[in-house]
């Protein structure tokens, strides 16, 4: 039975004086989706002790619903976003925990209906529930959906017992997982923190989930500087006027829902009196404050600043916990794009805005330099993504110190942060002053996918790898297509496949032309190679990239000939009549392995390959000039004289006749010879 750990057992990590070799104690500041990229990066390292520190002032759609109907809870939506992210996600059951918690009622759903779904999920009668929610179901073990059914539970009886009274809750589109957050908040006596607790534990998330307050119920509301009143963090985050917002205002809950979420007129004066009654400033929470006390490093993360993170700096007792710890690196990440809430504002005055909440708007005087090391801004000169404009800042009308400037183009193609180039910016910085070493991350592939007139079979090569789940992995994948001079349509049928950069290679034809023009373009930790002949089995570019992701091999080849039972056989298939090209295929790939052997004392089984993955670190040191197929010797003979392991690992082939459109000839095995012995007399890099 899978078990559930509890909520004291999880936070649980080894102490300095415990362990020789203390984990990085890292805290960073997050919101709903912001920081995905970057918290999913932190969360692989095994190094890294992470602690993530959230606001729950949300209050739209079914979130504010929730909030309305449950009194004293606080928003559960971003508790929710960060649960799904730092749990694990390898197991089918936590994927289907996920799933679930994502899950909406249908919308336009009645009371009735809605009550109907709880109660099933209370009462396990999961054959009524939606198909959409009964798969998900079905994925969860006995200990998963017994703990549900109890939160079910909770809120029925508390839903029931409102509409007897007259109130019905709005199920119209509700996320299943803020149902659940009701239910196992009744559950904890309504402590909003320990509710928090709770659900990471039964998440099993790897890390620490904080809400940053002690849970006071509060409301969050801001003013423009054109006299505009937003009176919710729904109206915060949503389209309105180009005028900036100039002040946040966190308003006690009772006072909040009593005036200004009224909808009817309020008569004037009547604003700013409740304004001037309800305004606070929430006391820290005190694990949060002990965490970053004891941090070795605190990231103020990018997103949606005046919901997600600003009001966060506005509580008592964070600033000073900041300023307290005098040896973390401390990183500010300014967003990349613009939101709905920063209509104007550049990267400086974000930064002005950071220091007045943190300043709780002069109840308190903190030093700049004691709150932030290091400040990342994006240069637009490289977009990857059409969209809201870049967010400028310009170094040399800025007031920061240069040398705490980190200026460079850390979008992903998401659009979000490269969760990969902030994290090892933080290594970069944390290993300056501590010994502390983290593994490189891995966290995107790219698959090359070169093409040259493959029009029978690259339509469906391409929809072959783009339907890998590499999220099971915890990975991300972006696949580029290079062509390179088709003259038979593959450009407009691999253009056609969703998911798929197709580039055209530069400067002509040949493989090896075509693989280094996708090796210039791709972004990901891990570059793969991959045919587009169907010779191959999609599914095996797996095992190839978690070698590198699992055991940090710098070079992954896919081998055709361990899985081969009759060589001769397979050749004969391939060359028919053709004799000649039967022997020269069959000793030349004998002889190649052999020259591999002679002139570098490595044996690689099948060097023509064309299944491969590389640290893409690893790889780009090369420095690969071939333009033919000569290329992939010349990758062997450049990693055999950077003393670098080549890992081979059998893969499924089912060869093409040359009728069908082989292209291998005996002029490229001339060539690969010739790059194998150029190759060992260059000079070592």
Same mark, same amino acid.
């Given at each position: 039975m899978h078990s559930i750990p509890q909520p004291d057992a999880l936070r649980r990590t080894p102490s300095p004086e415990s362990s020789p070799n203390p984990l990085l104690q890292v805290v960073l500041f997050s919101g709903g989706s912001g920081t995905r990229s970057i918290c999913e990066t932190l969360i692989r390292q095994p190094r890294i002790a992470l602690t993530v520190l959230i606001n729950a002032y949300d209050d739209g759609h079914s979130t504010g619903r929730v909030r309305r109907f449950v009194p004293g809870i606080l928003g559960p939506s971003d508790v929710r976003k960060n649960l799904d992210r730092l749990m694990p996600q390898r197991e089918g059951c936590h994927r289907a925990l996920r799933a679930f918690s994502d899950c909406r009622l249908p919308a336009g759903s009645t009371f009735a209906e809605g009550n109907r779904i709880v109660a099933a999920m209370a009462e396990r009668k999961y054959g009524i529930l939606p198909p959409v929610i009964q798969r998900s179901v079905q994925g969860l073990t006995i200990a998963q959906a017994d703990q549900l059914s109890e939160w079910f539970s909770e809120f029925s009886s508390y839903s029931n017992l409102q509409a007897a009274a007259g109130r019905y809750f709005d199920f119209h589109d509700c996320a299943l997982g803020n149902i659940l957050f009701a239910g196992c908040f009744l559950a904890n006596g309504s402590d909003f923190n320990r509710t928090v607790a709770t659900l990471s534990a039964f998440y099993e998330i790897r890390g620490t989930l904080l809400n940053i307050t002690e849970g006071e119920n509060l409301f969050l509301a801001a003013r423009k500087d054109d006299g505009t009143f937003l009176p919710g963090e729904a109206e915060i985050v949503a389209a309105q006027s180009s005028s900036m917002i100039s002040e946040l205002l966190l308003i006690d809950g009772d006072v909040y829902l009593n005036f200004i979420d009224r909808k009817e007129m309020l008569a004037p004066g009547e604003l700013e009196r409740a304004l001037a009654e309800g305004r606070r400033l929430p006391r820290i929470n005190p694990a949060a404050a002990a965490a970053l006390a004891s941090a070795d490093v605190v990231i103020y993360g990018p997103g949606t600043q005046h919901s997600s993170l600003f009001p966060s700096y506005l509580t008592r007792g964070v600033a000073e916990a900041i300023v307290e710890n005098k040896t973390a690196d401390k990183i500010f990440v300014c967003n990349i794009r613009r939101d709905f809430d920063l209509p104007q504002e550049d990267g400086a005055a974000i930064v002005q805005k950071f220091l007045n909440c943190m300043r709780r708007n002069g109840e308190t005087t903190v030093d700049r330099a004691g709150l932030v090391t290091t400040f990342l801004f994006q240069t637009p000169e490289v977009?990857?993504?059409?969209?809201?404009?870049?967010?400028?800042?310009?170094?040399?009308?800025?007031?920061?110190?240069?040398? /705490?400037?980190? *200026?460079?183009?850390?979008?992903?193609?998401?659009?979000?942060?490269?969760?990969?180039? #902030?994290? %090892?910016?933080?290594?970069?910085?944390?290993? /300056? $002053?501590?010994?502390?070493?983290?593994?490189?991350?891995?966290?995107?592939?790219?698959? #090359?996918?070169? #093409?040259?007139?493959?029009?029978?079979?690259?339509?469906?090569?391409? $929809?072959?790898?783009?339907?890998?789940?590499? +999220?099971?992995?915890? *990975?991300?994948?972006?696949?580029?297509?290079?062509?390179?001079?088709?003259?038979?349509?593959?450009?407009?049928? /691999?253009?056609?496949?969703?998911?798929?950069?197709?580039?055209?290679?530069? !400067?002509?034809?040949?493989?090896?032309?075509?693989?280094?023009?996708?090796? =210039?373009?791709? $972004?990901? =930790?891990?570059?793969?190679?991959?045919?587009? =002949?169907?010779?191959?089995? &999609?599914?095996?570019?797996?095992?190839?990239?978690?070698?590198?992701?699992?055991?940090?091999?710098?070079?992954?080849?896919?081998?055709?000939?361990?899985?081969?039972? %009759?060589? !001769?056989?397979?050749? &004969?298939?391939?060359?028919?009549?053709?004799?000649?090209?039967?022997?020269?295929?069959?000793?030349?790939?004998?002889? *190649?392995?052999?020259?591999?052997?002679?002139?570098?004392? $490595?044996?690689?089984?099948?060097?023509?390959? +064309?299944?491969?993955?590389?640290?893409?670190?690893?790889?780009?040191?090369?420095?690969?000039?071939?333009? !033919?197929?000569?290329?992939?010797?010349?990758?062997?003979?450049?990693?055999?004289?950077?003393?670098?392991?080549?890992?081979?690992?059998?893969? =499924?082939?089912?060869?093409?006749?040359?009728?069908?459109?082989?292209?291998?000839?005996?002029?490229?095995?001339?060539? &690969?010879?010739? !790059?194998? *012995?150029?190759?060992?007399?260059?000079?070592? &890099?």
């Open positions: 977009s990857y993504n059409s969209g809201p404009e870049y967010i400028p800042f310009d170094p040399t009308k800025s007031d920061l110190p240069p040398v /705490a400037i980190r *200026l460079s183009n850390w979008e992903s193609e998401s659009g979000q942060h490269s969760g990969g180039q #902030v994290v %090892n910016e933080i290594q970069k910085t944390v290993n /300056a $002053r501590i010994d502390r070493a983290l593994r490189p991350v891995r966290q995107l592939v790219s698959i #090359v996918i070169p #093409v040259l007139n493959e029009a029978p079979t690259i339509e469906r090569a391409l $929809r072959s790898l783009t339907s890998l789940d590499f +999220s099971q992995f915890e *990975l991300s994948v972006e696949f580029l297509c290079v062509d390179g001079g088709s003259s038979d349509g593959s450009l407009e049928l /691999a253009s056609a496949v969703p998911g798929v950069k197709v580039l055209s290679s530069p !400067s002509g034809k040949g493989r090896g032309t075509a693989l280094r023009a996708g090796i =210039d373009q791709a $972004r990901g =930790d891990i570059i793969a190679f991959y045919p587009a =002949d169907l010779e191959y089995r &999609a599914e095996d570019i797996f095992r190839i990239v978690l070698a590198i992701v699992n055991d940090d091999y710098k070079a992954v080849f896919g081998t055709r000939n361990v899985k081969c039972t %009759n060589l !001769s056989q397979r050749l &004969a298939h391939i060359y028919g009549d053709a004799t000649g090209l039967y022997l020269m295929s069959k000793y030349g790939g004998m002889l *190649l392995s052999v020259s591999t052997l002679f002139l570098y004392n $490595r044996y690689v089984t099948d060097p023509l390959t +064309s299944v491969m993955a590389f640290d893409a670190h690893t790889l780009r040191s090369l420095g690969l000039r071939a333009s !033919s197929v000569d290329i992939l010797t010349e990758i062997i003979a450049s990693l055999c004289r950077k003393d670098e392991f080549i890992l081979e690992i059998p893969v =499924d082939y089912k060869p093409r006749t040359r009728a069908q459109g082989k292209k291998t000839r005996p002029l490229d095995g001339a060539l &690969a010879i010739l !790059s194998l *012995l150029r190759g060992k007399f260059r000079s070592r &890099a």
